[in-house]
């Protein structure tokens, strides 16, 4: 309980925050995380090279929302990609060419 108050007052714990492990072996670190996203950002950044902003920050939302559903990037990039194909999508404004 002291360790709760100290939190919610601002203080700093003298132990390192918790790592958290949901596969044996993996610690779900921020490095961790990062790594997972890697791809996706520099594919984020090459589509932002080639067209207009908010369509490379919509795809990168997309196949990262993906991912954290469980689809690997390769998947996540596939199935983004056959939406852009999607003419009702591109008709009502929500993905762009």
């Not at 790592?19 to 890697?38: A, D």
């Amino acid at each position: 309980m002291a360790t709760f108050r100290k939190l919610l007052s601002g203080g700093r714990s003298s132990r390192p925050a918790p790592i958290f492990q949901l596969v044996p072996g993996q610690p779900l670190t921020t490095g961790y995380f990062l790594l997972q996203v890697e791809p996706a950002i520099r594919h984020g950044i090459a589509e932002l090279l080639e067209s207009n902003p908010r369509h490379a920050l919509t795809e990168l939302a997309l196949i990262a929302y993906l991912m954290g559903m469980g689809f690997d990037y390769p998947t996540a990039q596939v199935i983004v990609e056959a939406w852009e194909k999607d003419d009702i999508l591109l008709a009502q404004g929500i993905l762009t060419e």
